[in-house]
């Protein structure tokens, strides 16, 4: 595709459920970035790859939260027993390398954690 | 720890208008780029700005970086309903240090 894509839109979970974002980056953009945006806030970075390894996780909050990345393809971040507090918007964006270029985002996933 | 501040968090203004909003940093930064986000998608990049002092248009957007590279601003001159939408800036640490910093944003209602 064009630009980068992001599945499922919108996510309703329960408490304590697992659940998993996808994020298709755009063909040949090897930096790849997980944002979370909460309501008033402004994004929050999360994880960082370059290629399939991920040399900045400095900004999971926490255990629950992990993210693989296929080749230089698609990534999927996983949160593990949800909670409320991990209700926000979760964007991706990618770059072709990683520096002060640009950044596409995708449309994010809103998870709703009941 | 870097802190970053938009002003004016909220702004509702009328069509035909003018606007400045604001961003400023606690600390010297290498580049500053300029992101709008409307309701529903994700952010997109307006201007990346990397030199003091240096001064950007686009279209009826002015982007001006501080001589001191700590603060930038965004002039919007006769706003139209489309400008609606959240504007954020987004700092950049440098080389390749991929990592952008954000602010809260400011959110940007242009009534017609």
């Known amino acids: 595709g064009a630009g980068v894509s992001q599945s499922p839109s919108n996510k309703v979970t329960e408490k304590g459920k697992d659940v998993e974002l996808r994020c298709d980056p755009i063909?040949?953009?090897?930096?790849l970035y997980w944002y979370r945006q909460r309501l008033g806030q402004g994004l929050e970075f999360l994880i960082y790859?370059?290629?399939?390894?991920?040399?900045?996780k400095s900004g999971l909050p926490s255990d629950r939260f992990s993210a693989e990345r296929t080749g230089e393809s698609v990534s999927t971040l996983t949160i593990q027993r949800t909670q409320q507090e991990d209700s926000a918007v979760y964007l991706c964006?990618?770059?072709?390398?990683?520096?002060?270029?640009?950044?596409?985002f995708g449309p994010g996933t809103r998870l709703l954690v009941l | 720890t870097q802190l970053l501040e938009q002003s004016p968090q909220f702004l509702s203004i009328q069509e035909g208008e003018n606007l400045t909003v604001y961003c400023n940093s606690s600390?010297?930064?290498?580049?500053l780029q300029w992101y709008r986000q409307e309701p529903g998608e994700g952010p997109v990049l307006l201007v990346t700005?990397?030199?003091?002092?240096e001064v950007k248009k686009l279209k009826r957007l002015t982007f001006q970086f501080g001589d001191a590279r700590k603060d930038s601003s965004l002039h919007i001159t006769a706003a139209q309903p489309g400008d609606t939408g959240l504007y954020l800036c987004?700092?950049?640490?440098?080389?390749?240090?991929?990592?952008?910093?954000f602010g809260k944003g400011t959110l940007l209602t242009v009534n017609p």
């Open positions: 063909s040949g953009h090897t930096a």
């Open positions: 964006a990618s770059s072709l390398q990683s520096g002060p270029g640009t950044q596409y």
């Open positions: 790859f370059q290629g399939n390894s991920a040399p900045d």
């Open positions: 700005v990397v030199t003091g002092g």
């Open positions: 987004g700092l950049g640490g440098g080389g390749s240090n991929y990592k952008l910093t």
């Open positions: 600390s010297v930064f290498s580049s």
